[in-house]
């Protein structure tokens, strides 16, 4: 009796439970979403319908080796679920998106320059091992990109493409609704293809790759340059004023406030990203192209660059059939994500 | 009894024929398999192991117009049908390549600049009408990549990325085994991503898209520029010896010959490939890319720039798994991919 109760009293919970938005809502199953940064960890309890039942946030301390950061993967998991009053044997499934190259197959970590001491760890054995449920893990940067299909400005396409501009650019390519993997689970390196040539060195080793003209590592690397050739700019003034170092968030700020030196900064990395995205649509023809990440939040002047290229070199026919807009889910497409591949993989 | 002695007689003939290697051997099923150019088509007889049985090839006559152009595809079928004692009744199913832009799911040919009057032609429905059997239908690139993925350089892979370098530069994508199409069929646009961002003008109205850097054109333009300013060199001597225009041909032969000017427009040609090839690897992580075409006969002289330029480019944990191999079935890879796409779709 006490057991019916329970239940009931759990399901009216994922019945009408929303944080977020305070709707009510149905949901079919509960799943457990992951995201495992090289900073901090988030674990979202997540509808089948795609909603945020309950979400908690933690430092990774990836300093402390595998074992522990496994440890603190279950506990947060664990936290959340007590939170939301949610048991492990409602749960469906569990997905969680890693920054490092995995087997996704054999659900391996190979290794992680983010994560200190993971080499060819079983992440998902262990995690199945200490919630007896199914466990389905991918790339940091293919799940990001499964949310924004899943949930994100990719709703509805099975066709996406997903840049995401941070400190470097990562990203993720969906194909027939389903992330490109490629034949050892290194496909979607976006930002290594080359634009320039003769560009600058790429962190990856490279010359001229898109990460070495238009991440927001870039992105400011021209701005201290600018800040150099035109100390009078509103950019510089920005800068001194502000005491801090030069980010890519000044440079849009400077931008919106009609700086022409930040304006022509934030162009040439649009131009540059534009001539990539005309490249993926002649190669993949998607639906949509999806710009998230940090830099992507300076607003539509970067975008607006994007699409003028594009529009320039991609082939008339596939440019015409094709959205290129900015990311929804920011932070969140992660563990919505991680959520949306174990959804796929168990439904 | 007649016919049960006919069967008899056909079984015998799949079970033991194979005009082009003379060997025996058994096949399960009979496919035909119709590669259709802008000036002539060849249909043939393929087993489901990827024999040829027969094969026969005609002019398309383009210019007649697309019901013409038909009733040519079915009489050319009906012609290897006939030599080789097979009945349409014995045929599991038909596949065809098509140059032109198509909408495969519906089985149209939308437009082709190849085929005068090729608009939004129902080609499968009008062959399913004269051969009552299943039909696919695909890009003549996507079908030739699949030909070589299937029975050629590709066989046993099931990530393939195919180059076909002629007068242009078409190619096509095979991801899980299957065909890449995007979209709306307009994926594998190998030809057309920007290489030098302020190259040459493309066919497509870009610049230095790949194909404006090293099909067969652009290799025979930059030639005829070099026959200019070394008029001394081997090159000129052979082409004015020979009285004929330009080809890559000419050039490859007098590379051969160890002509330095020749070599260095196929270094220049093949670095740009590789170039691409390295943007390939790093998006799609295929495990095998191939170089077909004409331009690719030219021996392994290109095929040597290609890979030292990826190899500098890609990222080199992918690079290490990725195979740069030329193409092997050379004009047979449109019928034999047709064949295969066909078994793909009814197995």
Known sequence: MQNILQDISIRRKIL?????????????QVYLGIDLGGSNMTAALISSAGAILDLEKIETKAQQGPEKVIRRIVCVSKT????AKIETKQLKGI????????DTKQGVVKYSPNLPGWKNIPLRKKLRAAFKKTVIIDNDANVAAFGEKWQGAGKGYEHVVVYTLGTGIGGGIIQNGKISHGSCDGAGELGHTTIITNGPRCGCGNYGCLEALASGTAIAREGRKTIRSHPGSCLAKLVNGSKQPLTTKLIFQAARAG????????????????????????????????????????????????????????LKELYKCTK????????????????GIAIQDNP
Chains 1, 2 share one sequence.
């Not at 162009?267 to 190669?283: D, F, K, M, P, R």
């Open 95 to 102: 997905g969680i998106g890693v920054p490092g190259v995995l």
């Open 259 to 314: 700086d022409r030196v930040a304006l022509a900064i934030i162009e040439q990395a649009g131009t540059y990203l534009g001539i990539s995205v005309a490249n993926i649509i002649n190669l993949l023809n998607p639906q949509i192209v999806i710009i998230g990440g940090g830099v992507s939040q300076g607003g539509e002047s970067l975008l607006k660059y994007v699409r003028a290229e594009a529009k320039k070199r991609a």
């Open 16 to 28: 009408n439970y929303n944080k977020f938005t305070g709707k009510e809502f149905t949901v079919g």
């Open 324 to 339: 290129i807009v900015r990311a929804k889910l920011a932070d969140r497409a992660g563990v919505i994500g991680a959520a």
């Open 80 to 83: 959340v679920m007590e939170k």
